[in-house]
């Protein structure tokens, strides 16, 4: 079911924007919302004139409330259900999880790949404008790591979609405050914070990156109108 956070009436939104052509008034839709990556980019958007309407597709509902905010609480296994409400400018997929949080590899597939995909399927079926989609950095469907593999196959099924616009951003070291933090991240944070400095000319693109930076670089490359297959790895999306 949809669930407002809040609703003013005496503030019509989309109205205001209709009255002020300079100022788009989009929709967008955001599956992963509250990981690091996704839950910035909800703070994005519901910030951004430019946008009118998020809607947060969730396993349980957000704890953030704010007017433009419409949050649908679903089982995604029925996401099928819910086509209807993926209708707007702009998807953005910030779906994931680590081994540690989903050591079921059938059920980390679902999450990262299967989740995703159909999430895409939808959106080329309704006619949103644009994509976008978090990987990682060496994404490979040929890869003989089973994450790199699993993100390289989904880069690949994404791209045979023949979407109108598709934003595929690969980033390193995601750093920046978790929900859960695991001890293996902490150290990893402390690792790269060493050697990141020495990271230099073709192994700027291994440094570590800030989940509020892959954000901001998602939001901005929303606002732009290019069509076709776009590809990001993590030196590039800094440069957004």
């Not at 100022?23 to 910030?47: D, F, H, Q, T």
């Not at 989740?115 to 989609?133: C, E, R, S």
């Not at 890869?143 to 690949?156: A, H, M, P, R």
Request: aromatic share 10%; glycine share 6%; net charge positive.
């Amino acid at each position: 079911m949809f669930k407002h956070t809040i609703f003013i009436p005496q503030f019509n939104y989309a109205y205001f924007c209709a009255l002020k052509p300079n100022i788009m008034a989009y929709k967008a839709i955001i599956a992963g919302a509250s990981g690091l990556i996704g839950s910035n980019l909800v703070n994005i958007l519901l910030e951004a004139p430019q946008y009118a309407e998020v809607l947060v597709i969730v396993r349980k509902e957000l704890s953030i409330q704010h007017k433009k905010l419409v949050q649908l609480v679903i089982n995604f296994d029925e996401l099928d259900k819910h086509t209807e409400a993926i209708k707007g400018h702009a998807v953005f997929s910030c779906l994931g999880t680590t081994k540690s949080q989903t050591p079921d590899k059938k059920l980390y597939r679902k999450i990262d790949y299967d989740y995703p995909l159909q999430m895409a399927q939808i959106a080329k079926q309704n006619g949103v404008d644009q994509f976008h989609v978090v990987t990682a950095l060496g994404a490979n469907k040929n890869s003989s790591t089973f994450y790199l593999k699993l993100k390289g196959e989904l880069e690949d099924e994404l791209q045979k979609l023949g979407l109108k616009t598709l934003h595929i951003y690969q980033p390193s070291m995601l750093m920046g405050e978790r929900e859960r933090n695991h001890w293996l991240e902490k150290m990893a944070t402390g690792i790269f914070k060493v050697i990141d400095p020495l990271l230099v000319g073709g192994l700027k693109k291994y440094r570590s990156i800030k989940g509020t930076t892959v954000a901001h670089a998602m939001f901005k490359k929303s606002l732009e109108s290019a069509t076709g297959t776009f590809i990001y790895t993590s030196d590039k999306i800094h440069t957004i």
